[in-house]
């Protein structure tokens, strides 16, 4: 073998070697750069994906809509809520949505006091006085709770029965198509998220 040929062997395996080290440390170096970098991008989905925090979730109410919560009735809704089992952001929300927290609000219907009691439905739950807080709060829980058992804990289905009857919920076999009861679920659904992140003293 000529000389020539020799060193041209040498040389190539020379750099064959320094390109060997140089992808060993590539691979060791830059693996966890990589690896970090994916990382991060799975955290700033799921923080991007993740419920939002009392602070932005006020963003989604108006400044009438905030204005309007007040807490002067939470000692009734936590009795009443834990009376009858339910959560009382929900009872809350309802509240917002029926009367915005107005002790004697009078719907065109004849619904009365803050959860906005149909008077048959007065009568039937024995509310002597259905513009008192307090019985107008329990009676009306009691009411929720029964739609909630009516329809198998389905919390969409009882608050339409809420408002538009449950008598409507069976005929149409699901939520009615009435704009009036789609924009009341959308509104009670909305005030139940911001009570849950907003959990009231």
């Not at 009691?142 to 009516?150: K, P």
């Not at 009036?180 to 959308?186: F, G």
Request: glycine letters at 6%; hydrophobic letters at 40%; aromatic letters at 10%.
């Amino acid at each position: 073998m000529t000389k020539p040929i020799v060193q041209k062997i040498a040389h190539m395996g020379l750099a064959g070697l320094i390109l060997g080290i140089n992808g060993v440390f590539f691979f060791y170096s830059e693996k966890p750069v990589i690896s970090g970098e994916i990382y991060c991008q799975k955290i700033a989905v799921s923080e991007q994906t993740a419920i939002p925090d009392a602070r932005s979730f006020h963003l989604t109410l108006t400044l009438e809509e905030r204005s309007a919560s007040v807490n002067t009735y939470d000692h009734w809704i936590r009795g009443a809520s834990q009376k009858y089992a339910l959560d009382p952001a929900l009872v809350k929300a309802v509240i917002h949505a029926e009367s915005r927290f107005d002790p004697l609000a009078v719907s065109p219907k004849g619904a009365k006091g803050l959860m906005q009691i149909d008077p048959v439905t007065v009568a039937e739950l024995g509310i002597t006085d259905p513009f008192n807080p307090k019985f107008n709060i329990y009676g009306g829980v009691r009411y929720l709770r029964e739609m909630l058992d009516t329809f198998k804990g389905d919390k969409r289905l009882a608050l339409a029965a809420y408002n538009a009857g449950p008598n409507q919920v069976l005929r149409h076999n699901g939520v009615p198509p009435f704009k009036d009861t789609k924009k009341y679920l959308s509104k009670v659904l909305r005030y139940l998220t911001y009570y849950k992140l907003n959990r009231f003293s």
